[in-house]
């Protein structure tokens, strides 16, 4: 099974920017569909953004606009470009395929947007 690893998340003030990275331990082109997925304490984890194989994106209405999803199938890594951020951004954030079906979730990457 390919291991996730997410990084790039920190403390940015509201307004700011950041950029997470997903790196896999293999290949990620039999995956069809990735996604970045968020978690607030004592919250479900939430969905908030897809990409396909081919790089067809998706996002949740909280982040369209804001966010941009992309893919590298060679470098076997998936990315968030996270823009204008605002407090309730602020959560732990993970990377899986989607659906995740069994597979078990990384350590994830928090992101704290406060001023």
């Known amino acids: 099974q390919v291991q996730l690893v997410e990084s790039g998340g920190g403390l940015v003030q509201p307004g700011g920017s950041l950029r997470l990275s997903c790196a896999a331990s293999?290949?990620?082109?039999?995956?069809?569909?990735m996604g970045w997925y968020r978690q607030v304490p004592g919250k479900q984890r939430e969905l908030v953004a897809t990409?396909?194989?081919?790089?067809?994106?998706n996002y949740a209405d909280s982040v369209k606009g804001r966010f941009t999803i992309s893919r590298d199938n060679v470098k076997n890594t998936v990315y968030l470009q996270m823009n204008s951020l605002k407090p309730e951004d602020t959560a732990v954030y993970y990377c899986?395929?989607?659906?995740?079906?069994?597979?078990?979730w990384g350590q994830g990457t928090q992101v704290t947007v406060s001023s």
């Open positions: 899986n395929p989607v659906p995740y079906g069994s597979r078990s």
């Open positions: 293999g290949s990620i082109y039999s995956i069809d569909t």
């Open positions: 990409i396909t194989r081919s790089g067809s994106p």
